[in-house]
């Protein structure tokens, strides 16, 4: 079974940093298109951003551009989100996700998605 499993979630001041992981079960996942959603409480999970299948294309949501970093290490089946300059509304349940799509650019659509990693950033 494939899986995504997301690691370094914590508690952080605003103003501080995290970095987040995903790592996946299986290298096919090495060869698509992936993504970092988030989901606050009573709210839409919200797109922030995505990678495409070798690491040569980014695209991020306006609210966390300049601030957060996607990121892949295919040796090592892992895509990686770097958070920084944090703030409280950054609060949520953080999402990676997976494309089926072999060799794909980035996309909005998801095949495989993680467990989630919780963030809370206090004021």
């Known amino acids: 079974q494939v899986q995504l499993v997301e690691s370094g979630g914590g508690l952080v001041q605003a103003g501080g940093s995290l970095r987040l992981s995903c790592v996946a079960s299986e290298p096919t996942l090495n060869s698509v298109a992936k993504g970092w959603f988030r989901q606050a409480p009573g709210k839409e999970r919200e797109f922030l951003a995505g990678i495409n299948w070798n690491g040569n294309t980014e695209t991020y949501q306006e609210s966390v551009k300049g601030r957060f970093t996607i990121s892949r290490d295919n040796a090592k089946n892992t895509v990686f989100l770097q958070m920084n300059s944090l703030k409280p509304e950054d609060t949520a349940i953080y999402y990676c996700?997976?494309?089926?799509?072999?060799?794909?650019?980035?996309?909005?659509?998801?095949?495989?998605w993680g467990q989630g990693t919780r963030v809370t950033v206090s004021s």
């Open positions: 996700a997976a494309s089926s799509l072999l060799f794909g650019e980035i996309t909005d659509r998801y095949e495989y």
